[in-house]
T-cell receptor
Framework: GAVVSQHPSWVICKSGTSVKIECRSL??????MFWYRQFPKQSLMLMAT?????????EQGVEKDKFLINHASLTLSTLTVTSAHPEDSSFYIC??????????FGPGTRLLVL | KQEVTQIPAALSVPEGENLVLNCSFT??????LQWFRQDPGKGLTSLLL?????REQTSGRLNASLDKSSGRSTLYIAASQPGDSATYLC??????????FGTGTRLKVLA
């Protein structure tokens, strides 16, 4: 079955630093990947759609300069949280689309900003 | 704008009970609907996927139904077990493939 990985699985950083999270489709090519954020005891909220070779499309209210998304290849998308602050602490989950099939979700990355 | 709501928000049942989780969505023009399970601090586990042309899907003790015209889906869990305790999320997608998630139902099955 299709597998999507995320790295790191968890990260702790100091306020003001930048953090990069990777999302990889391990056994298929994904022209589109999605980034979600989940606050404690809340549902997943779509942040942006990442398209290989083009700029990401951000959902309303998501700062594109703060959450930089790069989809450099058909198997890798990265989310960089720039100048992270404690309010950015959250659970970040990516998903990858394989053709017209369903999406496959990564295991998530827990970010804690001190 | 698509909105997905799940009722109840939390549910606590004794082991062995059959239960129903509800999901409703405001825009019936969906591509598919998917039910997920999420354990605390973990990612998502896909349970059942229902295409827009389908009415229901079954996997083991789980049965999911879809009534697109009324904007509703239900997840039926038979003979619940403590291991079923988790948060259950439904999500719908349109032709753009991006998922809109519901608010979730936190289930606790008591031994």
């Amino acid at each position: 079955g299709a597998v999507v990985s995320q790295h790191p699985s968890w990260v702790i950083c100091k306020s003001g630093t930048s953090v990069k999270i990777e999302c990889r489709s391990l056994d298929f090519q994904a022209t589109t990947m999605f980034w979600y954020r989940q606050f404690p005891k809340q549902s997943l909220m779509l942040m942006a759609t990442s398209n290989e070779g083009s700029k990401a499309t951000y959902e309303q209210g998501v700062e594109k300069d703060k959450f930089l998304i790069n989809h450099a290849s058909l198997t890798l998308s990265t989310l960089t949280v720039t100048s992270a602050h404690p309010e950015d602490s959250s659970f970040y989950i990516c998903s990858a689309n394989r053709g017209s099939e369903t999406q496959y979700f990564g295991p998530g990355t827990r970010l804690l900003v001190l | 704008k698509q909105e997905v709501t799940q009722i109840p928000a939390a549910l606590s049942v004794p082991e062995g009970e059959n239960l129903v989780l509800n999901c409703s969505f405001t825009d019936s023009a969906i591509y598919n609907l998917q039910w997920f399970r999420q354990d605390p601090g973990k990612g998502l586990t896909s349970l059942l996927l229902i295409q827009s042309s389908q009415r229901e899907q079954t996997s083991g003790r789980l049965n999911a139904s879809l009534d697109k015209s009324s904007g509703r889906s239900t997840l039926y869990i038979a003979a619940s077990q403590p291991g079923d305790s988790a948060t259950y999320l439904c999500a719908v997608t349109s032709g753009t493939y991006k998922y809109i998630f519901g608010t979730g139902t936190r289930l606790k099955v008591l031994a």
